[in-house]
C-alpha cells in the first residue's frame, strides 16, 4: 500500500512540475509578445532557453549551490556555457542546478518504472551527466560551425579593408551584413568590436575573442593578426592571406574526412553486407550438398 502511494505522489509531483514550466514558458511568451520589442540583432539563442525553462525548479536550489566548495567545476562550465555562446543568461550555478534538477527528475521517473534500486541509481546518475553531456556538445557545434564560417567571414573582411575601410570599421559592416544569419563567429566579432568600443584595444579584444571560442584556428588567426599590427604590416594583405590558407585548410578537412568515410564503411559492409553476398552466392551449392 505504502509503495503505490509514493509512486502516486512521485507521478503526480512529475506531471505537475512539466505542467509548471509549460506553463511558466507560455507567460513568458505571451508577455514578450504584449511589450512588442523586436528581436536584438545577435539575440540569446534557443539553446538556452532549453535551460532557463528549469529556472523555477532549480532556483530552490541556488543558495545551497553557491555554498558548494565545486569553485573548478562551475569555472569549468561558465567556461563551457561562453564558448558554447551562452554565457549571457547560463551560469555555472545554472549548469549545476540543471544537473541537480534533471538527476531528480529521472530518479523519479526511475522510481516510476522500475523496483530495482541499480536501475533508479542509473537513470538517477543520467539524468546528472545528461546536462554536461549537452552543453559540452553545443560547445563542440559551435566550434565547428566557427571553423565552417571563417574562411567567407575573413574573405569579407579582406573585401572590406582592401575597399578603403579601417579594421574596426569592416568588421562593423561584416556583422551588419551577417547579422540575419546569426553566424557564431560574426557574433565573436562583434562582441570583439564592442569591447574596443569599452575602451579595450584591438590586441586585447582579439585575445579575449580567442580565449573564448579555443579554436585552434582562431588562435592562429589572431595571432596572425596581433603581429601584423605590432610589425606594421598591411591588414588587408594578411585578411587575404588568411582567408586562402583557411580556405584550403576547410578543403583539405573535407577530404580527409571522406577518406576517413570510406574507412569506418569498411566494418559495417564486412559485418552486415559481406555475409548477407556469400549466402546468396554459396546458399544454393550448400543445399545442393545437404539434399545429396
Known amino acids: 500500500m505504502m509503495p503505490g502511494i509514493v509512486k502516486l505522489l512521485a507521478l503526480v509531483l512529475f506531471f505537475g512540475g512539466i505542467f509548471f514550466a509549460v506553463y511558466g514558458l507560455v507567460r513568458k511568451l505571451k508577455s514578450n509578445e504584449m511589450m512588442g520589442k523586436p528581436p536584438a540583432d545577435f539575440d540569446i539563442p534557443e539553446e538556452s532557453r532549453f535551460v532557463l525553462l528549469f529556472k ?3 532556483s530552490l536550489f541556488l543558495p545551497i549551490i553557491e555554498r558548494i566548495p565545486l569553485d573548478g567545476y562551475r569555472q569549468r562550465m561558465k567556461k563551457y556555457a561562453v564558448t558554447a555562446g551562452l554565457e549571457n543568461d547560463i551560469t555555472g550555478n545554472d549548469i549545476i ?7 531528480l527528475i529521472f530518479g523519479i521517473l526511475g522510481f516510476m518504472l522500475f523496483d530495482n534500486g541499480v536501475y533508479i541509481a542509473m537513470a538517477a546518475a543520467f539524468g546528472l551527466a545528461y546536462p554536461y553531456l549537452w552543453l559540452s556538445d553545443k560547445k563542440k ?3 565547428e560551425k566557427i571553423k565552417l564560417s571563417m ?3 575573413v574573405d569579407m573582411l579582406s573585401l572590406s579593408v ?5 579594421f574596426n570599421v569592416a568588421v562593423q559592416k561584416v556583422c551588419e551584413v551577417y547579422r540575419r544569419d546569426k553566424d557564431p563567429f560574426v557574433v565573436e566579432l562583434f562582441l570583439m568590436d564592442q569591447n574596443i568600443k569599452l575602451g579595450r584595444s584591438r ?4 585575445k579575449m575573442m580567442a580565449e573564448r571560442v579555443e579554436v585552434t584556428e582562431l588562435d592562429s588567426f589572431v595571432s596572425i593578426l596581433i603581429q601584423a599590427n605590432k610589425m606594421g604590416s598591411s591588414i588587408a594583405d594578411v585578411l587575404k592571406s588568411q582567408a586562402d590558407r ?4 576547410r578543403f583539405m578537412n573535407a577530404e580527409k574526412i571522406g577518406a576517413q568515410a570510406s574507412q569506418k564503411l569498411l566494418v559495417p559492409m564486412m559485418i552486415f553486407i559481406f555475409p548477407i553476398i556469400f549466402i546468396v552466392i554459396l546458399g544454393p551449392y550448400i543445399i545442393q550438398l545437404v539434399m545429396k
Not at 582592401?162 to 579601417?166: I, R, S, V
Open 56 to 58: 523555477p525548479f532549480y
Open 97 to 103: 542546478g540543471f544537473q541537480l534538477t534533471t538527476m
Open 141 to 143: 557545434q559551435r566550434q
Open 151 to 153: 574562411p567567407d567571414v
Open 162 to 166: 582592401e575597399a578603403g575601410l579601417a
Open 203 to 206: 590586441d586585447e579584444a582579439l
Open 246 to 249: 583557411m580556405r584550403s585548410e
